[in-house]
Each structure stands twice: as C-alpha cells, then as structure tokens.
C-alpha cells in the first residue's frame, strides 16, 4: 500500500473554528511532513516528524499546531486562521533520512482544499 | 538561504515536440528529486539523483544532474497529452536538515 490518505478532501472554516486536518499512511515510514501549497506555487514545508517527533518548524504561526500520535497518523490543528491561510494543505511521509543523510522520496497525500472565511 | 530556481515557469508545445525543464542551486545539492503535481492532484515522485553527472531514463523522460551537482534537467521527448502538469525539482541541501528545497516549478500545456 503506498497510500497517504488525508481528511476532509474540503474544509470551509470561520476565523474563529477550530478545525483538524487527518493524514494517515501504512507504508510504515517514520517521517511525515505538511506542507502548505498556494495556487501555481511549489508545496511549502510546514513542520517534519521523525520518529514520531517534530524535528522542523519552519517558523509556522502558533495557529497551526501539529501533533503525531503515531507511526501512522499526523494531525494539524487549526485555530483562529485567518483568510490568507487559504491553501491546499498536503501531507506527505517518506523513510527517514539514510545514515549518510539521504533523503528518501516522499509520498503525498491528495491534500485538504481549505478555505478560511 | 538555499534556492533552487526552475525555468521556464510555463511551456506551451504542440503535441509531439519536445520539452526540457532546468533547474539551479546557489549552492552544491546532495541530491535532486522531480516531481509531477496533475491539475487538482498532488505531487508525484518521478526519480532521484545522487551521483555527480548521472543521467536517468523512464521511457521518454531524460533527467541529469549536473557534474557540480548544482543544476539538473528533465527533458520529455515527443510530448504527449498525458505529459501536462506542473514539474517541480527538489534538491537536498548538505546542510542534512532532511529538507527538500522545491524549484518553483515548470507547468507545460500540450496542444493535440
């Protein structure tokens, strides 16, 4: 199976919900990333887990809060958005880092279309 | 910071030509990725590159990496409509923070 899933596929949310946005996967990869996407931009890395540990914050507003529970399912909790955080959220897992730091191929999600009113 | 800067930002052929994506690093990569991100889909991995100089195939796909491991390319021979989507080099920076730095992109249209 090398399938990322990620719920709800489309999420409309008020600045002052509080939402959460699912990933799963079954590859038995240790790291999973979320990545924020604007339209005709590149994916932007968000926060990296390893281990079931952050290890990357790239400086992501507190509204944003991730949390892994384990090996298969990272979560991002949202709060108090605002309209600008509009995006495709993706979620993405790969094996962690060789021991000669190579970085693995990653495996997206379908992504959630979220957007903030 | 690091970047990795991608070219051209779109391309428009005819169906049967061909297409060639590039790809620069300001500093020395310790390897490139390519992805395929569909319109409404989400980015697909396509290959890696490691070595120095290393060239890849996947049926009509050519990639390279440069010999200074700073630029590659992705060339499509006789484009096809299933070839349309959004193109995305990543490199690997040797700062070993696992991150991928994503080049902006290259969307390419083919006509039938």
């Known amino acids: 199976d090398t399938e990322v899933t990620q719920t709800p596929k489309h999420l409309v949310m008020g600045m002052t919900n509080k939402k959460s946005l699912k990933c799963e996967q079954h590859?038995?990869?240790?790291?999973m990333y979320w990545y924020k996407q604007k339209a005709k931009k590149p994916p932007e890395l968000m926060f990296v887990?390893?281990?079931?540990?952050?290890?990357i914050n790239e400086s992501v507003p507190s509204r944003f809060s991730p949390e892994c529970p384990n090996s298969s399912l990272l979560n991002l909790h949202l709060h108090a958005l605002q309209p600008e955080d509009s995006a495709l959220y993706l979620c993405?897992?790969?094996?962690?880092?060789?021991?000669?730091?190579?970085?693995?191929?990653?495996?997206f999600g379908p992504g959630t279309r979220l957007t903030v009113t | 910071g690091q970047q990795v800067m991608q070219i051209p930002q779109y391309q428009h052929v005819q169906e049967g030509e061909d297409f060639t994506t590039y790809c620069n690093s300001s500093?020395?990569?310790?390897?490139i990725q390519w992805y395929k991100q569909r319109p409404g889909g989400h980015p697909v991995f396509l290959i890696q590159l490691v070595k120095s100089g290393e060239v890849k195939k996947q049926k009509r796909l050519t990639f390279q990496f440069g010999e200074a491991k700073k630029n590659s390319s992705l060339h499509i021979t006789a484009t096809q409509t299933t070839d349309v989507g959004t193109y995305f080099c990543?490199?690997?920076?040797?700062?070993?923070?696992?991150?991928?730095?994503f080049g902006q992109g290259t969307t390419l249209q083919v006509k039938p």
């Open positions: 590859m038995g990869h240790r790291a």
């Open positions: 887990y390893s281990y079931e540990k952050l290890s």
């Open positions: 993405a897992s790969s094996q962690v880092m060789s021991r000669d730091f190579l970085q693995y191929e990653q495996y």
């Open positions: 990543a490199g690997q920076g040797s700062s070993n923070t696992g991150k991928l730095i």
């Open positions: 500093t020395t990569l310790s390897n």
